[in-house]
């Protein structure tokens, strides 16, 4: 069994509050879990409207599918409008 923990680090430039932030967040988080099949939640900086904290967690038998998913999932981040990577790690458990 493989298991991989994304983490990620966001920048929100657009967002002016904490309604705006979650504006954005929501749906992305929904898309995240639904097109990936992954539990995501952002863990951290919720107080913080211009920055988000994100991690993610896969489990499969087949380390390669983990690994196309974890550089779909970081390209999906790169080219989602209205954010910014500014960290992005993978930690193999």
Do not use: C
Not at 26 to 51: C, G, I, M
Not at 54 to 74: K, N
């Amino acid at each position: 069994m493989h298991i991989l923990l994304i983490q990620a680090e966001l920048h929100l430039p657009m967002s002016h509050s904490l309604k705006e932030k979650r504006g954005v967040l929501k749906p992305l988080l929904n898309e995240l879990r639904r097109d990936f099949n992954l539990s995501v939640s952002e863990v951290a900086a919720s107080n913080h409207w211009q920055s988000a904290e994100l991690a993610a967690v896969g489990v499969s038998g087949v380390r390669g599918s983990l690994e196309r998913l974890d550089r779909d999932f970081l390209h999906r981040l790169e080219t989602q409008g209205g954010l910014q990577v500014v960290h992005y790690a993978t930690q193999w458990l």
